[in-house]
């Protein structure tokens, strides 16, 4: 039985995984005790055989090869860590690929129930049987890639009488003779039998038809890659390298992690723990490491978290046929809802959940940043040219029409070819008489409804100039050489 504590983790509070450390069914140490019992029950004979039976002379022989294998346990001689890696994920994936394969009615269920009509028994018996098919193609091919399954159906008449198969199908299904797996025999059934009631009219046209067909079709193909799942493992040259790897060199830490006598002055042999802690902490999460893998990579045996493969058969048989026969053009009355009449409304808030009410609702992350455009035209000594200036602006939480800062770039094309960070000194956007004097202002209205800009001669210049010089309108030089055009981006 799959062990399920996903409601134990939906908050994340102090200790909230320390207290999954205290099951039994499904752990680790439910999967890995034996295996730790049986490592300690081998250092614990080494360790007796060498403080209490070795002569003096012996015991040196042995000290000198328990440092020889020490140094190898203690560096990357032996790869584990990478080796243990790859592999469980490699088995991982291949667990979440199996069970994302597992052929569920659903889709197919729908599609027969809102294509193949007719409320009399004759449509009734096509909707059935139809799921009915279905449901038979997957527990075939269960009952050959699960062992669950396959002690619930040991033989085809245990199909038959659980209902799945008839007689005269079991007969159709044994006459044909196939060297290969044949779970897709009740699917062309179901394909044989859709086309019949087409031409019965049942099916109203060749869409419904095609629907069918390819919700079918993606019914098969699961179907088929759980057959393939179970055909084609993960490489057992690869499995052997990491059972070879973990078990060596733990068999490597039996003898090279013993505590040899302090008195000798062995480099890192200064206490007799007789205990060796750590080590058996290392076993516990490498030899682990290994029990996950080998756990997952075929999740359709019995152990405690393969999947529920009798369940889902239940399930599926179940649903699929109360959605074509119970359920099939039986609605409730149709009626207004209760916010017909309302234009705008909201669903309704438990006390526990009210404060959720004073949220603002997420719209993006960029979604109050205005980007302005505004294409001036700058003249200088008779020439005239166009600059783009783009301006960004980000929108103040404290205010409506202020913004905290405003950026001002200039295309590559403009002789400015630097960029002003301009200050704001207030909601109508005044705090832009910084540019360059002689080069052009922005002037008007508030910041987002830039209309229009001046060009004004420099001071210093006009202080020179001759009173002839002034027959010319200001007004009417400007409005008719300066243009801006905003564009929102």
Known sequence: MTVSYTLEVADARFGGFSKLLFRWKGSIYRLLYKDLLAFCAVYLFFSLFYRFLLSPKQ??????????????TNT?????????GFYVTLAFNRWWGQYSSFPLPDNLMMAVCGNVHGADERGRLLRRTLMRYANLSSVLILRSVSTRVHKRFPTLEHVVEAGFMTTHELKKFESLHSDFNKYW?????????AAAAREEGRVRDDVALRLLMDELNKYRGKCSLLFHYDWISIPL????????????????????RQFLNPEKGYKDHKMDMYVPVFTLLQF???????????????????????????????RNIQVSMLAVDDMYQNLAPIEKDKHWAQRHFSAPYTLSTAAETLRPAFKGSTFDMRLVTLFVSFSSAGCFWTSAVKITMKKCRDCRTSADDLELHHGADSSLGRKLWLPLRGPLGEGLGSLPRGKGILRGRSLPSLVDAASYPNEDEDAGASPEGDVVDHKEQRNALIKVAVGHE
């Open 59 to 72: 015991q040196d022989l042995f000290e000198r090869i328990a440092l020889y294998c020490d140094q190898f």
């Open 185 to 193: 025999m009740p699917l062309t059934w179901f394909s044989n039998l």
């Open 284 to 314: 516990f999460f490498y030899a682990g490491w290994l029990k996950v893998g080998e756990l997952i990579i075929n999740p359709f045996g019995e152990d405690d978290d393969d999947f529920e493969t009798n369940q889902l058969i239940d």
């Open 76 to 84: 990357s001689f032996i790869p584990v860590l990478f080796v243990l």
């Open 237 to 256: 040259v690869y499995t052997q390298v990491v059972t070879l790897a973990v078990y060596s060199f733990f068999g490597f830490c039996v003898i090279g």
